[in-house]
Nanobody
Framework: QEQLVESGGGLVQAGGSLRLSCAAS????????MGWYRQASGKPRELLAR???????NYADSVKGRFTISRDNAKRMVYLQLNNLQPEDTAVYYC?????????WGQGTQVTVSS
């Protein structure tokens, strides 16, 4: 059964950093473009960053220069380094494939940034 498990969230002060991890099961991981998404309370889920199997990355303007996506195909892991976090970054963070979300959504990992 293919699934995703996100981890690494927490409570940080503005300006702080976190590193999120996403463990994926199933086959063909290295061929899949993976993305990190987030959903703040009362808002729709948004794509933050995506990375191809070969490591090419793209970012939303809102996180460009602050967040870095990476992956380890051998471990079937995707990471998101979050730097200079701001209160508006508070949300539940998820990973999934891009552009089509092949996996069922995991539980996500909560990131809370205090001012």
């Amino acid at each position: 059964q293919e699934q995703l498990v996100e981890s690494g969230g927490g409570l940080v002060q503005a300006g702080g950093s976190l590193r999120l991890s996403c463990a994926a099961s199933g086959s063909g991981f290295s061929f899949k473009t993976m993305g990190w998404y987030r959903q703040a309370s009362g808002k729709p889920r948004e794509l933050l960053a995506r990375i191809t199997g070969g490591g090419s990355a793209n970012y939303a303007d809102s996180v460009k220069g602050r967040f870095t996506i990476s992956r380890d195909n051998a471990k079937r892991m995707v990471y998101l380094q979050l730097n200079n976090l701001q209160p508006e970054d508070t949300a539940v963070y998820y990973c999934n494939t891009y552009p089509r979300n092949i996996y069922s959504w995991g539980q996500g990992t909560q990131v809370t940034v205090s001012s």
